[in-house]
């Protein structure tokens, strides 16, 4: 599977429509979201292409609970004894993948928008209906400067979930949006900036008022890292207003 760097040791790992980043410093590594249960041997692979082992991995963040996201993390707890770091009002989610609020219902979709069913498809046979809770997680909160490689400051952007939380790496001037903001809604098949369709987001009102929270660090040249989609170079107040003009579906 594509494993590119983005940004000057972060990398960008895109299994069956779900990205999964790594961030490397001081020869260790942090793993943002971990994709579904399928992703775990990619990683594996994504390692060594690194020269790295599982072994340098200090931690994994998730920036939401969604099963989509949370595929591999009990592996790298059970397997790896890595700390996983989540927002507590997701913790729930996490515990049970498959009970989470959306706003729409999910059967609509593949009817209505059939560009869809190829990403549900990719996503389906890479574990999407076997994904295995996670428990024992270590919560973060808006603002705090996680103690892991990259230092990620966390950005609070409930909607898409009430603990989703983006992650802004100064260092690296990228800022990690997950679903808060992506270029590719699995739900609809469509392109380029917008929030996640109401097949899967709790309030779709709070999630457009999150935006606001990411121009906020914009430094003009800040690259998007979105959890489905292609990453957006052209400005993060760009995204936010093009993901306002699509609005909810």
Not at 66 to 87: K, N
Request: proline fraction near 8%.
């Amino acid at each position: 599977m594509p494993l590119t760097e983005v940004a000057d040791g972060v990398h960008r790992l895109e299994h069956a429509y779900v990205n999964v980043y790594l961030v490397e410093h001081e020869g260790r590594l942090l793993v943002v979201d971990t994709g579904l249960p399928g992703t775990w041997r990619e990683l594996g692979d994504a390692l060594r292409r690194l020269g790295r082992r599982p072994a340098d991995v200090a931690a994994v963040v998730l920036t939401h609970a969604h099963f989509d996201h949370t595929g591999s993390a009990a592996a790298f707890q059970e397997r790896l004894g890595v700390p996983v770091w989540l927002h507590p009002e997701d913790f729930t989610i996490a515990a049970h993948p498959y009970r989470y609020a959306h706003e729409n219902v999910r059967a609509v979709y593949p009817l209505r928008y059939p560009r869809s069913l190829r990403v549900l498809g990719s996503m389906t046979a890479a574990g999407a209906l076997r994904v295995r809770g996670v428990e024992g997680l270590r919560p973060l909160a808006p603002g705090d400067t996680l103690p892991v490689p990259g230092n990620p400051r966390v950005v609070f952007t409930p909607g898409h979930t009430f603990g989703h939380c983006a992650l802004h790496l100064p260092h690296h001037d990228v800022l990690i949006c997950g679903d808060a903001l992506v270029t590719l809604d699995p739900y609809t098949g469509r392109r380029g900036p917008q929030i996640v369709a109401g097949a899967a987001t709790a309030d779709s009102a709070q999630a457009l008022v999150s935006l606001d929270r990411l121009v906020a660090y914009d430094s003009g040249s800040t690259l998007l890292l979105p959890g489905h989609g292609d990453p957006w170079s052209g400005g993060v107040a760009d995204a936010v207003e093009r993901a306002r003009a699509v609005g909810a579906h």
